[in-house]
């Protein structure tokens, strides 16, 4: 028996965010969870300070979304800074206050990414630390997914 088969790979790609799309936070874990469905993907892990480890390596992955993207990511971390968010921009971190609203990365399709390789724990001061992740269509705030997790340094 022979044949062919078609995969319909248009069928895999994530939407484009066309409303506001908030999904609810979620523990820390290790490694990012993909999925065609944004309200089913955990795109931001922490390594293995999720698992009792000794190093956070905040990794920020999605599968390709149907058209270009622009990419927010951000940082709270209310015990070291109870004022600021931190925004993570092309030019490294920032306070929000002093450069508004800045995408990490612009125009691309999916992102695999480790803003701040590894970190051992015992340098981060102690504290939970929340991490803010945003995809927008490529140029537009009017429709995004956001997604938050955090973690904590004792």
Not at 91 to 100: D, E, I
Not at 126 to 134: D, E, Q, R, V
């Amino acid at each position: 028996m022979q044949g062919t088969i078609t995969v319909n790979a248009a069928a895999s790609l994530i939407p484009l965010p066309n409303s506001p799309l908030v999904i609810p936070a979620y523990g820390p874990i290790v490694s990012p969870v993909l999925s065609s469905d944004p309200a089913l993907a955990m795109p931001v892990a922490v390594g293995s300070i999720a698992a009792g480890g000794t190093t956070v390596t905040i990794q920020l992955q999605t599968d390709q979304f149907a058209g270009p993207i622009d990419v927010y990511f951000a940082v709270t971390a209310p015990a070291v800074d109870p004022i600021n968010i931190y925004i993570v921009t092309p030019a490294g971190l920032q306070t929000l206050a002093s450069v508004g609203l800045v995408p990490f990365m612009t125009n691309i399709l999916s992102i695999n990414a480790a803003p701040f390789g590894v970190l051992p724990v015992a340098s981060l001061p102690p504290g939970t630390y929340n991490l803010l992740f945003a995809i927008t269509p490529f140029g537009s705030l009017s429709a995004y997914d956001f997604w938050s997790t955090s973690f904590t340094v004792m």
